[in-house]
């Protein structure tokens, strides 16, 4: 079985630049959520959606933060414009209704220069 | 944001010692989890608790919730190689799905000598 699917796996871009990284959750799975890793402030919640819909987005650092979930099958989140301070890895998690167990992707490692 | 202050940071051990970390808080959680992360990968649940004094066991994983609510604890006996990795605990507030966001602590590195 397939599990979460993240692409970029790698991004390297310049300040300023839009990025755009992209998830697909297990199928059937009802809820997302997208994650922040870096050395200085660990693993850092942006925003989850239930069934679609965005519940909580208090994670997301500031305005140049956005993230859609157009359909069950896929969410993006997008930066615009990149700083190299947002360099991390950017994980997606997807979890079953009514279950603990959160999913992880493989993670998109994101260098801003 | 908050995050759970793990201890130790990293840990150096031989094969077949037993390992303990624990994660701390001063503030209360209601469900406490523990991810394993191996590089280049996301985490992955290992144990969920969800009563204060609860003690949970996976294989050789054993994980205990603090009495207080404000700590957890997770041993690990008989290391084997395949037991390296970043150790997260991670706490939620509520005690049900409805409040999701997970607060995850700092990490503790787990390396084996040969």
């Known amino acids: 079985d397939a599990g979460v699917i993240q692409s970029p796996r790698h991004e390297v871009t310049e300040m300023g630049q839009e990025v755009t990284l992209r998830c697909k959750p297990i199928?059937?799975?009802?809820?997302l959520f997208w994650y922040r890793q870096t050395m200085m402030r660990g693993l850092e919640l942006l925003i989850y959606f239930n069934n679609n819909v965005p519940i909580d987005d208090s994670g997301m650092p500031e305005d140049r933060f956005s993230a859609k979930m157009p359909n069950a099958s896929f969410s993006t989140l997008k930066i615009q414009p990149s700083e190299p301070r947002d360099s991390a890895v950017y994980f997606c998690a997807s979890r079953p209704r009514q279950q603990e167990t959160q999913y992880f992707g493989p993670g998109t490692r994101l260098l801003v220069l | 944001g908050q995050q759970l202050n793990q201890s130790p940071q990293s840990m150096f051990i031989q094969e077949g010692e037993d390992v303990s970390m624990n994660c701390t808080s001063s503030s209360i959680f209601n469900t406490w989890l523990w991810y394993k992360q191996d590089p280049g990968e996301g985490p992955v649940l290992l144990i969920a608790?969800?009563?204060?004094?609860e003690l949970t066991s996976n294989g050789r994983l054993t994980a205990q919730f603090g009495i207080t609510r404000k700590d957890s604890f997770l041993n690990i006996s008989a290391s084997i190689p395949s037991d390296v990795g970043i150790y997260f605990c991670?706490?939620?507030?509520?005690?049900?799905?409805?409040?999701?966001?997970?607060?995850f602590g700092t990490g503790t590195r787990l390396t084996i000598i040969p």
């Open positions: 199928s059937g799975h009802n809820s």
């Open positions: 991670a706490g939620r507030r509520r005690p049900n799905f409805g409040n999701e966001k997970l607060t």
């Open positions: 608790l969800y009563k204060a004094g």
